[in-house]
């Protein structure tokens, strides 16, 4: 996997996993910036399992747990707000020795410091992302389209989004039974081939409020 542009935040999350003292991973920054992606890329690189945030009942017994896992929490804004004693948790927790290792995302993680206020640097590893020129995020699309690179405003994850959806559009795609349909029922007389099943639908389909024989000869008349 490829992360263009980010070659300081690459390899400081990829040292975070060979330091056997770091425990907690920050990264902030922008919206599709690779805050998510990167840390997961690297946790499976250096052989660390992923395990997703889903309450504090379980983030509390994660923490407390060995082995080579990574809990993640992406967004601690919504994580603080939705769970009620998520920050109590959390500094129960961080007051002992944490045994699992955490990722913490959040667009500007300093409005939080509060929580990580005492951990020790060697514990606590900090990461920013910023937004990558357009050159690079062209690199990543399959249409290199500096249209998109540059409506994408920095933000990668929305710039692979409009290049996906440009090279899935229906004349670059296959036809499926029911675009061959489509074509079968559409105004202009159709003068390609199409499949049996296309052919199917659109008879049934062309019967549903044409029942007569007339009807069944004029949908034959149209190849």
């Known amino acids: 996997m490829a992360f263009v542009g980010w070659d300081v935040p690459q390899k400081r999350i990829d040292a975070f996993f060979k330091d056997a003292d770091a425990r907690v991973l920050m990264v902030s920054?922008?919206?599709?910036?690779?805050?998510?992606?990167?840390?997961?890329?690297?946790?499976?690189?250096?052989?660390y399992k992923v395990v997703e945030f889903v309450g504090v009942a379980q983030m509390a017994a994660c923490l407390q747990r060995k082995g080579k896992?990574?809990?993640c929490i992406d967004d601690l804004p919504s994580a603080i707000h939705y769970y009620k004693d998520f920050e109590k948790a959390w500094r129960k927790?961080?007051?002992?020795?944490?045994?699992?290792?955490?990722?913490?995302c959040a667009t500007d993680?300093?409005?939080?410091?509060?929580?990580?206020?005492?951990?020790p640097a060697e514990i606590l590893w900090k990461v920013r992302t910023t937004a990558p020129?357009?050159?690079?995020?062209?690199?990543?699309?399959?249409?290199?389209?500096w249209t998109i690179a540059n409506a994408a405003d920095g933000d990668v994850r929305k710039a692979l989004q409009m290049d996906a959806m440009a090279s899935d559009a229906p004349e670059q795609r296959p036809k499926t039974v029911f675009d061959e349909a489509g074509i079968i029922l559409g105004d202009d007389r159709?003068?390609?081939?199409?499949?049996?099943?296309?052919?199917?639908?659109a008879f049934d389909n062309y019967l549903d409020d044409y029942e007569d024989v007339d009807d069944g000869v004029a949908f034959a008349e149209r190849f």
């Not at 159709?190 to 639908?201: D, E, I, K, L, M």
């Open 29 to 47: 920054g922008p919206v599709g910036t690779g805050k998510s992606a990167m840390p997961r890329h690297f946790a499976r690189e250096n052989g």
């Open 190 to 201: 159709p003068t390609q081939r199409f499949s049996h099943a296309a052919v199917n639908w």
């Open 93 to 104: 927790a961080a007051k002992s020795k944490l045994r699992m290792r955490v990722l913490v």
């Open 109 to 119: 993680l300093y409005k939080h410091g509060r929580l990580f206020q005492g951990m």
């Open 133 to 145: 020129f357009p050159s690079a995020i062209r690199k990543l699309l399959k249409s290199k389209s």
């Open 69 to 71: 896992s990574i809990l």
